[in-house]
């Protein structure tokens, strides 16, 4: 026994210095450059986005919104969260506000629901409400948008939601559910970004209408995308888990295909390959590639001034990597930045009103779903 074991260690050694020696996979034990305090504990939570007067909307996968302050710690729940399939990926998503919330007090989010048909994922609104008894509730809930076709499965259904800077439009990603070839069917909403009006129907004018596409869709050719964000010039990033390898980022234009499943940086997880993206292929190629994967969980644009050497970097939530992924932007590029080993999956990143950085847990795996606060290291 003591032979086998000393014959494996050189090789364990090897393994571990060949993956450093890419540098892809750098989740290197480096000083991070932020403090970091836990502030609160959550249930598996997804997604949150700050009310302008400093408390924050956390959603919980098994179907739970809070309105949470962090000055006192206090979490409300929120009634009127239509009922949710949280199977496997499934679960309540994503919530923005309104880009006229401090007017219309109107919260939209995204969440999983099993209906005839099977599963998909569904885009709703709602009026934040809350009594002077401090009871809390979205009013006049309406689904406003669902994912097309339905189908069986419980993976990929994405659900990120992002406004355009002009407050006029309504971006919603629609995850392949793991059935490959809908994310090239033009009728399917599956494997797309899609534009939208703030009503939920199809927003005119978008690109691939007039050639038959669903009328909602805006781009394709996509797996699993589980972040979107505007950048301070209005363009689009978007990030989506690949297969086996090929995590990406991409920049979105609209009506161009982003080559899944035909094209990938990865291979199916059987084994099988998947052409690489390559030029001239006439596939859109990602701006940055991950082999091994990251497992991106949520994105943020970042444009405080808290962390002045990061404004205008995208912020990734790692899943499978555990850590804390920063991308550079330049213009229309990006470039790996930083990875940092946070210990815990990480689902989501955001931004507080005084430019710290916020993150959620994803709650599984060991983890405990905690929030956290990074903020300059002194
Ligand atoms: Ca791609
Ligand atoms: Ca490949």
């Known amino acids: 026994m003591r032979r086998i074991a000393m014959t494996a260690l050189p090789l364990i050694l090897m393994a571990c210095s060949a993956e450093n020696a ?17 502030i609160a504990d959550f249930d598996s939570p997804w997604a949150m986005t700050f009310l302008p007067d400093g408390r924050a909307l956390v959603t919980e996968k098994a179907g739970e919104m809070l309105l949470f302050d962090p000055k006192n710690g206090t979490k409300i729940p929120i009634a009127g969260i239509p009922t949710v399939d949280s199977a496997g990926q499934g679960g309540l998503m994503d919530v923005v506000l309104s880009p006229g919330f401090a007017q219309d007090k109107m919260v939209y989010f995204s969440f999983s629901e099993s209906r005839d048909g099977g599963k998909g994922v569904a885009l709703a609104k709602g009026g934040f409400a809350q009594a002077s008894d401090g009871t809390t509730s979205l009013t006049d809930v309406q689904v406003i948008f669902r994912a097309s076709p339905y189908v069986e499965g419980n993976g990929h259904y994405s659900g990120r939601i992002a406004f355009s800077p002009d407050g006029k439009y309504l971006f919603f990603t629609n995850g392949e559910r793991q059935k490959f070839d809908p994310a090239q069917d033009p009728k399917s909403t599956l494997g797309k970004v899609l534009r939208l009006n703030p009503d939920g129907t199809p927003a005119a004018g978008n690109p691939l209408a007039a050639k038959g596409f669903h009328p909602a869709i805006w781009s394709y050719g996509h797996r699993n995308l589980l972040g979107i964000a505007f950048d301070a010039d209005g363009r689009l990033w978007e990030q989506e888990m690949g297969p086996k390898g090929g995590d990406e980022v991409n920049l979105i234009k609209p009506g161009l295909n982003y080559g899944y499943p035909t094209v990938s940086n990865g291979s199916h997880y059987d084994g099988r390959d998947i052409p690489d993206h390559k030029p001239g292929d006439g596939f859109e190629a990602p701006k940055v590639s991950w ?85 300059p290291k002194r």
Not at 315 to 340: M, P, T, Y
């Open 22 to 38: 890419t540098g892809q996979n750098a989740a290197a034990p480096v000083d991070k450059p932020f403090a970091t305090a836990t």
């Open 291 to 375: 082999n091994p994967v990251i497992s991106p969980g949520g994105l943020l644009y970042y444009s405080g001034d808290m962390f002045p050497a990061w404004k205008g970097s995208l912020f990734i939530g790692g899943l499978s990597s555990k850590a804390l992924v920063r991308v550079k932007l330049d213009g229309e590029n990006a470039a790996k930045g930083d990875q940092w080993d946070m210990g815990a999956r990480i689902r989501d990143v955001d931004q507080g009103p005084d430019g710290a950085l916020w993150v959620l847990e994803d709650g599984g795996d060991g983890s405990q779903g905690r929030l956290l606060k990074l903020t």
